[in-house]
């Protein structure tokens, strides 16, 4: 292994430590509470070598969920969609992403629920700059190939497709915040509110 190598892995274990302790003192104390001392002093680090990586603690924050994003965006856009049910395919994609979500309830709790100004809000405008987001496009792409084909009510697919993040959004943020951790009772709960969605969508429901 040569020395760039080296370097690249100790700088990626290093913005680890710094996530890791990050995501701690916001899920324990608040964003409010978060410092760039704080995170030095959890991972015995200097804080001028934290600022070597980072900006600000806000810079860290918006690191921690871009990293997490990427991860959601990867799974969802590697997703095998095959069933030639198309109401089975819709609910794998809605399911597949409420989960991955709640893989991290108490970081998305902490960071998502907190009004943290750098961090782009679950909330919808209907912007043009939304329309165009990788969230809306990809599912009105699919909710449009579903009314072509006869599979769907006639219904304008751009406003649902917002309708249905927006709805998808407010269910993830119940389930962070509840204090019901029976994953069996989650699960099912999960299950039905998919099938729920999915009667709002398709003809035959």
């Known amino acids: 292994m040569g020395i760039q190598e080296r370097r690249k892995i100790e700088k990626e274990k290093i913005k680890k430590e710094i996530h890791k302790a990050a995501s701690e003192i916001i899920i324990e104390e608040g964003y409010s509470k978060l410092s760039i001392r704080k995170i030095a002093s959890k991972i015995d680090y200097s804080p001028s070598l934290i600022y070597n990586y980072y900006e600000n603690k806000a810079d860290i924050v918006l690191s921690i969920w871009q990293e997490k994003s990427s991860k959601i965006i990867h799974t969802m856009s ?46 919808f405008d209907f912007t043009e700059e939304e329309k165009n987001s990788l969230k809306i ?62 009667y709002g969508l398709f003809k035959n429901n």
């Open 78 to 123: 590697n997703l095998k969609l095959n069933d030639s049910n198309e109401e089975t395919n819709i609910k794998n994609l809605f399911k597949t992403y409420i989960n991955l979500i709640l893989e991290s309830p108490k970081e998305y709790r902490a960071i998502m629920l907190n009004n943290i100004d750098i961090i782009k809000k679950s909330n």
């Open 137 to 198: 496009k990809e599912t009105k792409k699919k909710y449009d190939k579903y009314l072509e084909e006869g599979l769907l009510r006639h219904v304008d697919t751009e406003k649902y497709a917002f309708f249905s993040w927006i709805s998808i959004n407010g269910f993830i943020s119940n389930m962070v915040l509840s204090n019901n951790q029976d994953k069996e009772f989650l699960n099912k709960l999960i299950d039905e509110y998919v099938d729920f969605m999915i």
